[in-house]
C-alpha cells in the first residue's frame, strides 16, 4: 500500500495548499489536495456543491476522497479544513505523519480574505472562521504527529520545517 511522505491538516488559511505545493516540491514528490479531488469527482467547484447537494453530501464526497488518497499518494498530502470532523477520517490517519498547520485567528482572516470560494465562510467570515478554529483546534491536535505555527511566516520557511521534521 502507498502512503503520503505526510498529511498537512488545518483551518482555512494555514496554509495546506500554499505550504504543501512547497514542501512537495522541496522532496521532489506529488503534491495532492483532496478539495481538488471532490472538486474533480463532482464535476464542479466546492461552493456548487454545498448550494446544489447541501454540505453532507460534501462530506459524503470529502471522506471517500480521504480514504482513497491516504491509500493511493505517495507524496505531501493537503487535507480540506473540515475533513477531521469525520471519525472515519481521524481513525484513518492513524499511523500517517500528520502535521498540524496552526494558525491564529489574524493571521487566518488575512490568508482567506472574506471567504471567497469558502462556503462556510460565507457569512460573517470573521466570527465563522472563529468559531470553526476552536471547535476543530482539539480534533486537529488529536490527530497530529507534529504541529507547526505558521503565523508571520512565508510558505518556505514552514515547509523548511516540516522538512526538517521529516528528517528525523
Known sequence: MTKPVCVLV????????TVGATLAAALGVPFRDTDC???????????????????DHFRTLERA?????????????ALGGGAILAEENRAALFGHT??????????????????????????????????LMDQ??????????????????????IAAEIESLLKH
Open 136 to 157: 476543530r483546534r482539539p480534533l486537529y491536535t488529536e490527530v497530529a504527529t507534529a504541529t507547526v505555527v505558521t503565523d508571520g511566516r512565508t510558505p518556505a520557511e
Open 98 to 131: 500528520v502535521v498540524y498547520l496552526s494558525v491564529e485567528l489574524p493571521d487566518a482572516v488575512k490568508r482567506v480574505g472574506l471567504g471567497a470560494g469558502r462556503p462556510l465562510l460565507a457569512i460573517n467570515p470573521r466570527a465563522t472562521l472563529k468559531h
Open 10 to 17: 488545518g483551518p482555512p488559511g494555514s496554509g495546506k495548499s
Open 65 to 77: 476522497a480521504v480514504v482513497a488518497a491516504l491509500t493511493s499518494h505517495h507524496g505531501v498530502l
Open 37 to 55: 479531488d471532490i472538486e474533480a469527482l463532482a464535476g464542479k467547484p466546492i461552493p456548487e456543491i454545498f448550494v446544489d447537494e447541501g454540505e
